[in-house]
């Protein structure tokens, strides 16, 4: 995927901020979670943190990740082979690797949530 920086559409907010920076400066430990339970096999708990992954994602205005990580939660779920878990795990990872806070520098500021940060983008992984 080799995925650009992301940025939370909640970045600018002066009450946001701070929780944004707080969810990027966790998500080395989500990674890492994330990657030993793949390790153990641990589908059931992959699922789970697949899903609050999705939902925090969401709400810190990083709504491009909660695509990768539904698709995630669902082929852990419904007990896909371990090669098409994997790979959505791969997908989610590079771009969770990608998060960052604060605002995006001006020569990049596409628009991360369309133009209301609340809308949620569409799926992308109907690409792949």
């Known amino acids: 995927m080799n995925s650009p920086h992301v940025y939370s559409c909640l970045a600018a907010d ?3 901020g701070e929780l944004v920076e707080m969810f990027v400066h966790e998500m080395p430990d989500r990674i890492g979670v994330l990657v030993a339970q793949a390790e153990r096999q641990d ?3 992959l699922t789970r943190t697949a899903h609050q992954l999705k939902g925090a994602a969401g709400s810190y205005g990083f709504h491009s990740l909660t695509p990768y990580a ?3 939660e669902t082929a852990a779920r419904q007990g896909r082979e371990e090669k098409q ?3 959505a795990l791969d997908e ?3 771009l969770c690797r990608h998060v ?3 605002v995006p520098p001006a020569e990049s500021l596409a628009p991360a949530c369309g133009a209301n940060c609340r ?3 569409e799926d992308h992984s109907a690409r792949r």
Do not use: M
């Open 14 to 16: 002066p009450e946001l």
């Open 43 to 45: 589908w059931a708990q």
């Open 100 to 102: 960052r806070s604060g």
């Open 92 to 94: 989610l990872l590079d």
């Open 85 to 87: 878990i994997l790979s």
């Open 70 to 72: 539904a698709r995630l």
């Open 119 to 121: 809308e949620v983008p």
